[in-house]
């Protein structure tokens, strides 16, 4: 099967459309704002900000108060180089459209 131009921009406009909802509902039910890419496949990705000054537990907070809206179930990872990776798939209408991620460093914890 051959992918097409024409549906990578549906794909991509299909993911815009459900990336406004996301922010509406940040907005509506008081959610952190997440740093958001659409991927040409139309895959959303929502980082949580961690170049901030952000506590370890506030970037925690802000991936689970999203995790939860979304109903997504959360993976935790801890990397060799200290940090922890959280990663939360999540769907619409039964089909995968992206996850929410943070990358937790070590310092930022205390």
Avoid: K
């Amino acid at each position: 099967m051959t992918i097409s131009r024409s549906d990578y921009n549906r794909w991509q406009a299909t993911a815009y459309r459900i990336l406004g909802e996301l922010i509406a509902e940040g907005r509506d039910n008081n959610l952190p704002p997440l740093t958001w890419t659409l991927a040409i496949t139309g895959a959303l990705t929502g980082q949580v900000p961690s170049l901030t000054a952000e506590e370890c537990e506030q970037q925690r907070a802000t991936f689970t108060a999203w995790a939860t809206h979304l109903g997504a179930a959360v993976t935790e990872t801890a990397r060799e180089d200290g940090r922890i990776s959280l990663h939360a798939p999540f769907s619409r209408q039964g089909e995968r459209v992206g996850a929410v991620r943070a990358e937790i460093w070590p310092g930022n914890e205390d």
